[in-house]
C-alpha cells in the first residue's frame, strides 16, 4: 500500500495548448491534499510529442499489457484522444511497450520535469 502522493499524472492538450500536472494520494490523507498546476506548452513542443506516437503501433496495442499494479507493483497508462475516438493502454509501471518506446521516454521526461515543480 502507498501513503503519500501516489499517483501522478500529467495531461497535455492541444486546445488550449498546455500540460496540466497532478499529485495526488490513493486515499484521503489530511497531509496529502491533491496538488495541480497548468503549464504553458508551445506548438513546437507539442508537435515535437505527437511525432513520436506511432498511432497504427498504439491502437494495435491491448487496452490492458501484463499485470498493472499486481502486487503493489504500480501501474502506469497513456491515453490518447482524437476527434472521434480514444484510445488508453494500461501496463506494469517502468514497462517499456514495444511500438510506443519514443513516445513513452519523451512522456516519462515530461512527467518528472513537470511534477517535479509541484
Not at 59 to 87: F, H, M, R, S, Y
Amino acid at each position: 500500500m502507498c501513503a503519500g502522493y501516489c499517483q501522478q499524472s500529467i495531461n497535455v492538450t492541444s486546445n488550449p495548448l498546455q500540460v496540466v500536472a497532478l499529485k495526488r494520494p490513493n486515499f484521503d490523507q489530511e497531509s496529502y491534499p491533491p496538488v495541480q498546476r497548468s503549464f504553458s506548452f508551445s506548438a513546437s513542443q507539442w508537435e515535437q510529442l505527437i511525432s513520436r506516437l506511432n498511432l497504427k503501433a498504439f491502437l494495435a496495442l491491448d487496452n490492458t499489457i501484463g499485470c498493472p499494479d499486481c502486487a503493489d507493483g504500480g501501474a502506469e497508462w497513456i491515453q490518447v484522444d482524437w476527434i472521434d475516438g480514444t484510445k488508453h493502454v494500461t501496463f506494469d509501471y517502468g514497462r517499456t511497450v514495444k511500438g510506443i518506446e519514443e513516445l513513452m521516454k519523451q512522456l516519462r521526461q515530461m512527467g518528472e520535469e513537470y511534477v517535479s515543480q509541484l
